[in-house]
């Protein structure tokens, strides 16, 4: 008889998203007629540019004839792509990277799942609060999570991120040997500085810490204080791993593809007590448990990169923030605390008058048709928080924010 993981079994019952999809269909149940708006779950509402759409066709008909048909790839993803990478999103920022340190994904929420393959299962874990959810799932699965009471696991040290701290988070106050960041955050929207980034950074170098850095929404950054990697910051190749996603920035949510850096640098510890690079190892593991991201989706990747295709996904970033500017000046000129929304497609509000984030969440749809996340969804500190994105429709968000207004 087999037996199962039975760390499965500790994981909380219902993802967060099917929990909202199924209040949202009771909702639409009972009120067939609503007009709900979804700013809830973070997928985009923009087509994919026409730069993308062309290499996209460019490489399907690749694939009709026998001298440009691909079948397997290289599992690290293909020079192109790699090369491409390294020239467009780290050089222009005075970052070194070689192809080798790349590795192209089918999108960070496997990457950021998986790399923990590659740590021991004794590890203990860092995260900030609220936080996206892939980050604590993943380490329950894999063992390192502890129990599960009264709403935070036991071997998990939070670092939480509210009104009171600005969102800056303290460094932890007990050992840590794997830190989860992400900047620009989600759910929050916030941001950390040069010089707040560099002080996790300095403390991963002394204590031997490794940084999984999620810069899943590194595009939507205009604010020149705020690095778009964790590599402008000194010493972090040696303490940092990198996760970058094209799902927000280039619409790429249903077509699947991301990248992952690790350095040449990086190391942990081995049992022995001896430094192990991390490069190699999970080159192993790509190697051993994925077989590559489809050719056709890499060189619509590599299209992102073109002179066309960096205007053209630029306009839809462009058009994000300005839902989100949008939303944040009509939520906050109603009174409310707003976070986030100028570096990142997240709007964050405190609920009004000390409201519970599940309560405030059933107000907006019953009252004004309006999907939302409740922020404690994202941890304990989300709670009195709800999220919305600024990944819908024009004509959606204003139309929100004419309820909302009233
Ligand atoms: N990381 C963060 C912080 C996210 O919010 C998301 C998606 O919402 C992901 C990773 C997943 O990205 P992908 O679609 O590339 O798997």
Partial sequence: MAFINDNFLKLQKNYLFA???????????AHPDAPIIRLGIGDVTRPLVPAVIDALHKAVDEMAHAETFRGYGPEQGYEFLRSAIVANVFEPRGIALSADEVFVNDGAKSDTGNFGDILGRDNTICVT??????????NVMAGRAGDFNNGLWSKITYCACSEENDFIPELPTKPVDMIYLCYPNNPTGTVLTRAQLKKWVDYALQTGALILYDAAYATFIRNEDVPHSIYEIEGAKECAVEFHSYSKTAGFTGLRCGFTIVPKEVTARGADGTRVHLNPLWNRRQCTKFNGTPYIVQRAAAAIYTEEGKRQVKEVVDFYLENARIMRETLMATGLKVYGGTDAPYIWFKTPEGMKSWDCWEMLLNDYALVSTPGVGFGPSGEGYIRLTAFGTREDCVEAMRRLKK
Avoid: L
């Fill in 19 to 29: 929990d909202i999809a199924h209040r949202v269909e009771a909702y639409k149940t």
């Fill in 129 to 138: 609060d609220p936080i996206y959810p892939v980050y604590i799932d993943s």
